[in-house]
């Protein structure tokens, strides 16, 4: 098995892509998405267990304190995290694992996750789109987020893949190629190769 780490500042549009990328069937056969907790409020049109599980920050840390998840980061004010459980249910179910998270917590697994390979992603714009993006969902903490987006965008040497997400639908291709690509390493398929590497190739840092 192995785990596929997208990450990438707020607003570079993360949970938009990953929604589209279900949508595919080749993704829906053979990868399981994650979903994370979190103390942060729940934003307009978000829901329970969709997006991701809402909690305090008390409950956060007393999960956190009984071993509940795979990695944990703080990110200016609230708590994100990844249960562990989502690893048994895709050993479970024979499919590779696609975890949304923080840049910290993809390095930190990328050093220390010993189960299987993982495969990086970052996701990106330009920090003037950002600022726009979060402007238009009335973000709070705008200037804060824009000064994490900066800092974020320094663990981008650290990453397989990068995609700049200008186009839903080619990133979409875009990601969906990387994901081929990577699955057909290991376990071959009836692909074709000259797309899959062609598409690929662009993005690889």
Same mark, same amino acid.
């Given at each position: 098995m192995r785990l596929f780490i997208i990450s990438g500042p707020a607003g570079v549009g993360k949970t938009t892509l990953l929604k589209k990328l279900f949508q595919k069937k080749f993704v829906k056969k053979n990868f399981l998405r994650t979903i994370s907790f979190t103390t942060r409020e729940k934003r307009e049109g978000e829901k329970e267990g969709r997006d991701y599980f809402f909690v305090s920050k008390e409950e956060f840390l007393k999960k956190k304190k009984e071993g509940f998840f795979l990695e944990t980061q703080k990110v200016l004010n609230d708590y994100y995290g990844t249960p562990k459980y989502f690893l048994k249910e895709a050993k479970k179910e024979k499919k590779d694992l696609i975890l949304c998270?923080?840049? %910290?917590?993809?390095? =930190? @697994? *990328?050093?220390?996750?010993?189960?299987?390979?993982?495969?990086? &992603?970052?996701?990106? $714009?330009?920090?003037?789109?950002?600022?726009?993006?979060?402007?238009?969902?009335?973000?709070?903490?705008?200037?804060?987020?824009?000064?994490?987006?900066? %800092?974020?965008?320094? =663990? @981008? *040497?650290?990453?397989?893949?990068?995609?700049?997400?200008?186009? &839903?639908?080619?990133? $979409?291709?875009?990601?969906?190629a990387i994901l081929k690509a990577e699955r057909l390493r290991l376990y071959g398929g009836l692909y074709s190769f000259g797309k899959i590497i062609r598409s690929s190739r662009r993005f690889c840092i």
């Amino acid at each position: 098995m192995r785990l596929f780490i997208i990450s990438g500042p707020a607003g570079v549009g993360k949970t938009t892509l990953l929604k589209k990328l279900f949508q595919k069937k080749f993704v829906k056969k053979n990868f399981l998405r994650t979903i994370s907790f979190t103390t942060r409020e729940k934003r307009e049109g978000e829901k329970e267990g969709r997006d991701y599980f809402f909690v305090s920050k008390e409950e956060f840390l007393k999960k956190k304190k009984e071993g509940f998840f795979l990695e944990t980061q703080k990110v200016l004010n609230d708590y994100y995290g990844t249960p562990k459980y989502f690893l048994k249910e895709a050993k479970k179910e024979k499919k590779d694992l696609i975890l949304c998270i923080d840049v %910290k917590g993809g390095k =930190y @697994l *990328k050093k220390n996750f010993k189960e299987g390979k993982i495969i990086t &992603i970052f996701i990106a $714009v330009d920090l003037e789109e950002i600022y726009q993006r979060l402007k238009r969902r009335k973000e709070i903490h705008l200037k804060e987020k824009l000064l994490l987006a900066k %800092k974020e965008m320094e =663990y @981008l *040497k650290y990453y397989d893949y990068l995609v700049i997400n200008k186009d &839903i639908k080619e990133s $979409v291709e875009d990601l969906e190629a990387i994901l081929k690509a990577e699955r057909l390493r290991l376990y071959g398929g009836l692909y074709s190769f000259g797309k899959i590497i062609r598409s690929s190739r662009r993005f690889c840092i």
